[in-house]
């Protein structure tokens, strides 16, 4: 059973960072995807990025572009979503989730594909 497990979230002021970690269990990252995402109040859930070892591709929302950066430690099944330059926009609960492909980058902007599996998320607050 796959288990995803985000952890580090909290409460930043503008202009800070903060890394996210997903841990994942049940499958290994040498064949899946890992995405985040996420979901502002009041707002439709967005893809933010993704990592795929499949094709070596990192896929990033326009939006994050120089700001955000995802990597993974396939030993420790583990991936991280490290954010900078933080900005209240930025504010939402934060999931990472789990499938075979990342989707599609176009124009510059990342399409995420339809994951199967997901976290319980973790809150990030930019605020000062």
């Known amino acids: 059973q796959v288990q995803l497990v985000e952890s580090g979230g909290g409460m930043v002021q503008p202009g800070g960072s903060l890394t996210l970690s997903c841990a994942a269990s049940?499958?290994?990252?040498?064949?899946?995807?890992i995405g985040w995402f996420r979901q502002a109040p009041g707002k439709e859930r967005e893809g933010v990025l993704c990592?795929?070892?499949?094709?070596?591709?990192?896929y990033y929302r326009a939006t994050v572009k120089g700001r955000f950066t995802i990597s993974n430690d396939n030993a420790k099944n583990t991936v991280y979503l490290e954010m900078s330059s933080l900005k209240p926009e930025d504010t939402a609960v934060y999931y990472c989730?789990?499938?075979?492909?990342?989707?599609?980058?176009?124009?510059?902007?990342?399409?995420?594909?339809?994951?199967?599996?997901w976290g319980q998320g973790t809150q990030v607050t930019v605020s000062s």
């Open positions: 990592i795929t070892t499949d094709d070596g591709g990192e």
């Open positions: 989730a789990a499938d075979r492909r990342c989707g599609v980058a176009y124009g510059g902007d990342y399409y995420p594909t339809e994951f199967g599996s």
């Open positions: 049940g499958l290994s990252l040498d064949y899946y995807a």
